[in-house]
């Protein structure tokens, strides 16, 4: 099927992209890499009476260390965050990248359209919760910042309204005492996930757990983050006493009815094992201090 008839904007300054937004009176659509609205424009699930392509706009392709925070602009690619120095300072970042999609359907992705696209199943979203991102929404009444872990209001749902671009986002950079991990399971490389997990993890300079935070995806109606700090601390990051402590956590995180895929209690059992999993190596990541991705 094609397309249902569109205008087309291609501003050159942000402002007049938001100005589009705000003339197309709830009817716009922002495109960025087109990886996702392009598919749904053509089975014709959305009709937006404008698209507002953000490509040529001046300043939003910044990949970028500003003090202690990576920014990354609208209209950075996937794969650029992938490869670019810069994004070393964010190892989750790095550890995720390569469970999205396929290599080509990254070289057009942004991380904000994965964001502003907000599948429950995705990974970009669950790396901005559990890093505490935050995000720069443009409107007509300027910025505003949001935390990613109050972005998402429900799947394909967020904080975003009609005439909003995401024209940022910034990461914290990880200090040396810091450790993470992910990891998902998908029916087929480049799925989305029937479960996944993000993991972090600090330690003190006695080694003890300061801080450990864990973000479940494709298990709920958005990513859904939990502060396991007692729980790491007590356990010592062992991952058997990890899988069993888990329990709970995981009964109350995995919010779905099952679907043709994965029932809920199969879910469960993957996000379990999942989380202790990268909870562990993400302790173990944290106590060697290396922020390392690699092991
Ligand atoms: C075969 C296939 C497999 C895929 N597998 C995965 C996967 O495993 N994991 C995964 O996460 N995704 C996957 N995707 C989805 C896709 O890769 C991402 O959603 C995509 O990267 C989104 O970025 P984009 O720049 O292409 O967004 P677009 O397609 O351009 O836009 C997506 C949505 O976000 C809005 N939007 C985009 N940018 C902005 C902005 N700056 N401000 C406001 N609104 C904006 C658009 O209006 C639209 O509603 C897959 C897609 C395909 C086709």
């Known amino acids: 099927m094609k397309a249902a008839p569109f205008a087309y904007a291609r501003p050159a300054a942000l402002s007049d992209a938001v100005a589009e937004l705000v003339d197309a009176d709830g009817g716009g659509k922002v495109i960025a890499g087109g990886q996702s609205l392009v598919p749904v424009l053509a089975m014709r699930l959305a009709r937006p009476t404008t698209l507002v392509d953000i490509n040529a706009v001046t300043g939003l392709d910044a990949l970028r260390t500003v003090g202690d925070r990576l920014e990354v602009g609208a209209t950075v690619r996937q794969r650029r965050v992938e490869h670019a120095p810069e994004s070393a300072q964010v190892p989750l970042l790095r550890l995720a990248l390569p469970w999205v999609g396929h290599r080509e359907l990254r070289s057009r992705g ?21 890093l505490d991102a935050e ?10 910042p949001v935390r990613a872990r109050e972005f998402f209001d429900g799947a394909m749902t967020t904080a ?3 005439e909003d671009v995401l024209s940022a986002i910034s990461f914290p950079v990880a200090g040396a005492r810091e450790g993470f ?24 300079d006695d080694g003890g757990v300061s801080a450990a935070t864990m973000t479940a995806f494709g298990v709920s109606d958005r990513p859904v983050t939990r502060d396991l700090t007692s729980l790491v601390r007590t356990t010592g990051g062992d991952q058997a006493e990890l899988a069993g402590a888990l329990d709970e956590v995981v009964r109350e995180v995995v919010d779905t009815d099952g679907d043709a895929h994965a029932s809920n209690g199969y879910r469960r059992r993957l996000l379990r094992a999942l989380a202790a999993r990268e909870l562990a190596k993400a302790h173990r990541r944290a106590v060697r201090g290396t922020a390392e991705v690699e092991s």
Do not use: K
């Open 181 to 204: 991990g992910f990891a998902e399971i998908a029916r087929r490389h480049g799925d989305f996930a029937l479960a996944g997990a993000a993991a972090h993890v600090r330690v003190d």
């Open 110 to 130: 942004t991380v904000c359209g994965s964001l502003a696209h907000a599948d429950p199943a995705a990974e970009l979203p669950a790396v901005a919760c559990c």
């Open 135 to 144: 995000l720069t929404l443009t409107g007509p009444e300027g910025e505003r």
């Open 160 to 162: 975003l309204r009609p």
